[in-house]
């Protein structure tokens, strides 16, 4: 199954290539409306791309560093590790004529899932792209969760690999302004 190019999110404000199998998690529950949510088909992987309001107070890593942290204490993260924070390379990037600076985070949450009191080891992966001309934080994440046992791998999703971390740097580097009016008047 090819890469879904071009997906519309925001309203058609922005596109992104997304990776086979990804369900659209809106269609399934309300998502706010600064987030777009999509799971993988099989496993209980997650990508979140969140406009978010620029975090000015920080710079550099240590912003990185905050949504991480952010993130962790929304989900009641019982432990945080930060792995490593890297500087992302802006010719790399759709975006790269907004965004000033861009970070990626990898780490580890020890989050339990919702109606569930064991925590498990996440493996958080985070592009953050800065855009201060539009006051705005772009959050992507990459969630990958141990696998679960009971994963059924029926001839119907042999398929359907897990994500990489490729499936989630196309998705970075892909993700496309159309409509600045998003941010609102500037």
């Excluded at 969140?50 to 560093?65: F, P, T």
């Excluded at 020890?110 to 985070?126: P, R, Y």
């Excluded at 989630?168 to 580097?173: A, H, K, S």
Aim: charged fraction near 20%; glycine fraction near 6%; charge should be negative.
């Amino acid at each position: 199954m090819e890469p879904t190019r071009d997906y519309p999110l925001f309203g058609g404000a922005f596109s992104a290539t997304l990776p086979p199998g990804a369900l659209d998690v809106s269609d399934l529950r309300p998502v706010p409306d600064n987030q777009e949510v999509f799971c993988h088909r099989v496993t209980d992987q997650s990508l979140i791309v969140e406009l978010l309001e620029l975090q000015a107070h920080v710079q550099g890593e240590e912003a990185a560093r905050y949504h991480f942290e952010d993130v962790g204490g929304m989900q009641e993260a019982r432990a945080l590790q930060v792995d490593s924070v890297q500087p992302l390379l802006s010719e790399n990037l759709a975006l790269r004529s907004y965004c000033q600076e861009a970070w990626v985070l990898s780490g580890k949450q020890q989050v339990a899932k919702e109606n569930h009191q064991v925590a498990k080891d996440v493996m958080v992966h985070q592009a953050l792209l800065r855009l201060p001309r539009y006051q705005t934080d772009v959050l992507v994440t990459f969630n990958e969760p141990p696998p679960d046992n009971r994963l059924s791998l029926g001839p119907e999703n042999l398929s359907l690999l897990p994500w990489s971390l490729g499936d989630f740097e196309q998705l970075v580097t892909s993700l496309t302004l159309h409509d600045p009016n998003i941010f609102g008047p500037q």
